[in-house]
């Protein structure tokens, strides 16, 4: 029987299912243990693409696997989360779909600080977790080593499950010996034996089998085992089996298995999956409401409960259309039935939430690396969805008489900014339709158009991120785009008290132009905006001109008086002016306030503010002392600093906008991957003479 009727045969119920994500850093040998698991299972298997945009997007494939004591066959959906961090929205998506979680070490590199971030997640709601030690056939690779350093990057629970098997001669790894079995599984032959241990490989092995099984006893809250271990009793190997994969389950046991890359460690790898990791209707659900905001508890895992999906990840596709990857939590989905689709991002934030129905499309399921097509899909599954229109990414499917909203899971903000232009008008009239394609994929994406600069701005997640949309558009869309520098919104603002003098006065036959306006400028404290008053004194100006100056002045402050860029924070105050009783008129007054502003306008009285932003950035303690020196270095004001129980510490400062155009790739290197940061806009302040200067000159 091919792989596709066996996985489509055996998903009848939640529990022929295991949903597994593959979670480590680039380089660490995620992928290739990915594809190493599909050809174990799949005859004749080749291999997936290997290309930037495999690497990051979340992938989904399924195998069969067959476990002798378990009795039973599962199909197991494997997912492969990018390694890379600019790809984090496909990561966390990854999560959210999965059960449980694999995570991949690599011997040669050791834990990551990424990596024991992502770890510290899945901790705090108890994601059942083992880890995968590769690439240790490497020079200076020790798998021993390595599981120290797991120990120390993950904290309590983490063991070896097995041992490395190595050649006498030579000392490379040929197989593994299971630390509860006593099993020896050697793949030097080309296939798995299985034998006993020899005495030697029995003593290695009781030197770590005793903590081990006292630990798994420990977390699998079996009280009655327990009471036997410390009394001394015999345990049967079956029984303390059963308490391990009880102890995973709990997410507080984390078995460590070699794996190699010519597939040693596969099938034992397969096994802890099968038997160790949550059915569908065992896991912990996120925060589910009604439309109503009312949290509820469906029946998890039950195809015949309440209809509660989820979409995982969104692939705009210009030519096949929308398809949406979903993950069934509850229910049954089927072809052609009307849903409820709430979320849009916004649910659980206390906004209003975009409703909608829509009509399911055809469901594909992943069989291997194919799909085939069904006319339903129950709890627990992954399936794609054709042609849902509206519905975006982490939105909630759900009955339309029971309509029910997921709560989504945390994205961090696009940082990096790119701002760009299409390089024709073709471009320009397919660019706004290729962009918004990127956001229904991407929600790590946004777009903006400054209103201040009038750039179209892209923000990403990194240099990879904004590397790859920017393929995407040339290559998927056929869009061509350039890119340009980025503009600051700068603003005048007057810094001494002055007065200028305005004159408007034009004879040219007939009715004339005639205004004469005075004013006195005040500097305003920052932020205070724009204030206009008026002295007249004899009716010089008459009242109903008196509004033309205020417009005029209005005009020109939004013009500039030096630069260009609009004045800020200044008080304005008519204090006299003359009027001709024929040629004065509206428009002659609005032209006398503009000219008293820009005689007023020196080098001496007027200054260029720059936007400042608020930044709070979070990094490891080790840190600290670089990320502050960058922070000085791009003439930022540290505002506080406050140390965290967790090893972080978190470093709020005032820095100038120009100097974070590139802060999302520089922090990641200051901190090896651990730093992040949030910015909110804090006001304008004095840009530094000599910056300003540099900025006249160029504006000529």
Known sequence: ??????????????????NVVLVGSAGSGKTTLFENLLRARIPGYRGERDDAERASALTLATIGNHNDTAGSDVVINLLDAPGHPDFYGDLRAGLRAADGAVFVVSAADGVDPITAALWAECAEVNKPRAIVVTKLDTDKADFFATTELIHEAFGAGTHPAYLPLLREEGGEVIGNISLLTGHVHDYSSGQRVTRDTTPLERAEMDAFRADYVESIITESEDEDLLERYFNGDDLETGKVVEALFRALYHGTFFPVIPVLMDGIGVEELLGMIHRGFPMPNRRVLPAIATAGNDLVEPELGDPAGPLVAQVIRTVADPYAGRLSMV?????????????????????????????????????????????????????????????????????????????????????????????????????????SNALQRLLVEDPTVSVERDPATDQLVLWTMGQAHLDLLLARLTGRYGVNVEREEIKIPLRETFIAETVGHGRHVKQSGGHGQY???????????????FVFAEEVVGGSVPRQFIPSVEKGVRTQLDRGVLSGYPVVDVKVTLTDGKAHSVDSSDMAFQAAGAAALRDAASAETVALLEPFDEVTVVCGNEYVGAVMTDLGSRRGRVTGQHGGDDGRTTVTALVP?????????????????????????AGYELMPPELAQQVLDERG
Do not use: C
Not at 1 to 18: G, Y
């Open 1 to 18: 029987m091919s792989s596709k009727a066996n996985a489509m045969r055996t998903v009848s119920s939640p529990t022929d299912l295991r």
């Open 327 to 431: 993950r069934i939590y509850s229910g049954t989905l089927r072809t052609d039935a009307t849903v409820h689709v709430a979320g849009h991002r916004e649910a659980m934030t206390g906004r209003a939430l975009d409703h909608h129905e829509e009509r399911v499309g055809q469901i594909t399921v992943p069989v291997g690396t194919d799909t085939a097509v069904q006319d339903a899909a129950i709890a627990g599954q992954i399936v794609y969805v054709a042609r849902m229109a509206h519905a975006q990414t982490s939105d909630t499917l759900s009955d339309t008489d029971a309509p029910m909203v997921v709560e989504p899971w945390p994205l961090p903000r696009p940082l990096l900014p790119l701002a760009l232009h299409a390089t024709s008008r073709n471009d320009d009239d397919k660019l």
């Open 515 to 529: 205004a004469l306006a005075n004013v006195r400028i005040e500097p305003g404290e920052r932020g205070s905006g």
């Open 657 to 681: 906008a120009s100097e974070l155009t590139r802060y999302a790739i520089d922090l990641r290197g200051l901190s090896h991957g651990t730093g992040r940061f949030e910015r909110e806009p």
